[in-house]
Structures are given as C-alpha cells and as structure tokens.
C-alpha cells in the first residue's frame, strides 16, 4: 500500500506479476479497482514471492526464491508499474540460508530484514548505500522464528511476525536508546566529562575541546539501528 492509502500493489507469484489497484476512498478497499493492463510482469525470477517500494513509490524491491535474489526495479512516475518502471539490472543474493520468503525495508533504505524458511531465521543486514541492493552487507542473523509474514516498526526497534498457529508476536530487535559512556582514556579539562548527547537525538555530532582548542573528540549518538557508518 502507498503511504496517502489510495494505491494497492499486489504480487501475484503464480503468473509472475505486479497487479495495481486505486482506491477512490484512501484505506477503503470497497473502493479498489483494477484498471486492465495496470500491471508489471516480472522476468527476472519463475517464483517471486514478496516485493517492498520505497516511500516515495520510485523505487521496488522484489525477492525471487528461485533464485534466493532481491531485484531493484526504478520508477520515474511514482507508483506508475505500468509505464515508468524498468528493471536496474542491480540484484543482491540472499543465500545466507535457502528458502529466503519475505523481507521488509526500513524507510530510509539503509536495512534489510529478511526471513528463511528452511532454518526459520531472520537476518539484519544493511546498506552501505543507502537503497542501494548491491552494497548490501548482512551482520546479524536470529535463528528460532517461524513466519509466514513480517513488518519492522519504522524506527526498526520493533519486528511484528505473524507465525503459525495465526498469532502475531511482536519482537525488539534493536534498543532505540542504547547506552554509551565516553571512553576512559581521554583526559578532560578540570577533569570534568562533557555531558552526553541527549538520548532522542539521531546522528548528531558534537565536538568538544579537551586541551583549549587543539584536540577534539567527536562522538556520534544514534536513536536507530546500529549501522557501522552511523557510529563512526
């Protein structure tokens, strides 16, 4: 679903395609039609299974399991699969286990969370380029978790999977309000530690004088996901 509720995609792995729906009455399905030819065939794999666009609709990613691949698709006319979206030719392998069956992208397009049937594990990988597929680089996996479909809360600090038996659980994956400490080596002015960055504050660095303006020491303070090219 777009994020104004007025646009519905839906992937249809028995025929390989992307079928659009408008809803005249945002969020009201009663309200959804389908326009024949308002479609997207996708070639690049015989079994897609679970697809994810970007916020502003100019960016799809859609997983084959055929090919264990996530495929990056661009658009030039937000959400238009019909006329605007061609494929990159960028696709990122995703065999840390077989069977890859959903996955789900944070909204600023620097994580991945992909789920495995064959060893019900979930794994957390990030982008060093933000959106994109091919400089994806997986860090953390959690064995255990059986899904048939899965959803990260924007700030990715919580994982929502429905699992079998028809129960939704919810998961934290990530602290959104890790603790830090500045490190003991440093020798501060009057012997006195500046006060740390403020909980809620995401990226931000400040830089403070240890010996009246000739060594500084930075630090970085995040609200999120950790990312190694968030921390550094």
Do not use: E
Not at 136 to 158: E, F, K, L, W
Not at 201 to 218: I, K, P
């Amino acid at each position: 679903l777009s994020p104004d509720g007025l646009k519905l995609m839906i992937l249809n792995s028995a025929d390989d395609t992307i079928y659009k729906f408008v809803m005249s009455t945002p969020w009201d399905l009663s309200t959804a039609t389908y326009t024949a030819g308002d479609l997207y065939l996708i070639t690049q794999d015989s079994v897609p299974f679970d697809m994810h666009f970007s916020q502003d609709g100019l960016r799809l990613y859609v997983l084959g399991t055929s090919n264990q691949t996530i495929y990056q698709y661009k658009l030039t006319v937000p959400w238009d699969i019909k006329s605007s979206m061609t494929y990159t030719g960028n696709s990122k392998s995703v065999t840390y286990a077989a069977t890859p069956q959903k996955f789900t992208l944070s909204p600023d397009g620097k994580n991945l969370i992909t789920y495995h049937a064959s060893n019900n594990s979930i794994y957390f990988s990030y982008f060093t380029v933000p959106w994109d597929i091919t400089s994806v680089v997986s860090i953390i996996n959690s064995s255990g978790i059986a899904s048939d479909s899965m959803i990260a809360r924007p700030d990715g600090a919580i994982l929502y999977l429905l699992s079998s038996g028809n129960v939704l659980r919810q998961y934290t994956i990530f602290d959104i309000s890790p603790i830090i400490n500045w490190p003991s080596n440093i020798i501060w002015q009057n012997n006195t530690a500046p006060a740390l960055p403020d909980m809620n504050q995401t990226l931000q660095v400040d830089l403070y004088s240890t010996d009246g303006g000739l060594t500084y020491f930075g630090h970085t303070k995040m609200s999120r996901l950790f990312l190694p090219d968030d921390l550094y």
